[in-house]
């Protein structure tokens, strides 16, 4: 699974990030979905407020699947991709894995990423130039 993935990064699970049952609280999955998104982004010179021509992103959908406890002090490694392009959204895949054994998957899952225009409020097309930038990165990217 590991494979189909060209961009990673790590974190270290801090001690706020820990809930009341002692482990990575589940609230926390989708601040490090974002934290990884964003490194991902920043690779490319963009941000979730600008991918180019004027164009935000705004978030329509998430989904965790946990698959193991992680715990304060551990070092964590997220595996981003985009997986689908349409002409307004796309999806981003994530794989967290525990950083000492790149086998042991804590969590996978997606988040759905929608071009957006803040000043007037409503979904836009999402920028030529990102489209080609991820279309070039991501070989296996399917495109619709």
Known sequence: MIERFKFSTEVA???????YGGHLGNDRYLSLF?????????????????????????????????????????RLKIFVRISSIKATRF???????????????????YTE??????QQRKVKRLPPE??????????AVEIF
């Not at 990423?113 to 803040?118: E, N, P, S, T």
């Not at 990102?130 to 070989?139: M, T, V």
Request: aromatic content about 16%; hydrophobic content about 40%.
């Open 34 to 74: 974002q934290e990884a998104r964003l490194r991902y982004l920043k690779q490319f010179g963009y941000s979730e407020i600008s991918i180019g021509s004027d164009t935000s992103l705004i978030m329509s959908q998430a989904h965790v699947h946990f698959k193991a406890e992680a715990f304060w002090g551990d």
């Open 130 to 139: 990102f489209f080609q930038a991820i279309k070039d990165y991501e070989p």
């Open 13 to 19: 699970i801090q001690i706020s990030d820990i809930n």
């Open 113 to 118: 990423m929608v071009g957006f225009d803040y």
């Open 91 to 109: 999806i981003f895949d994530y794989l967290i894995v525990a950083n000492q054994n790149d086998e042991k998957a804590i969590a996978t899952g």
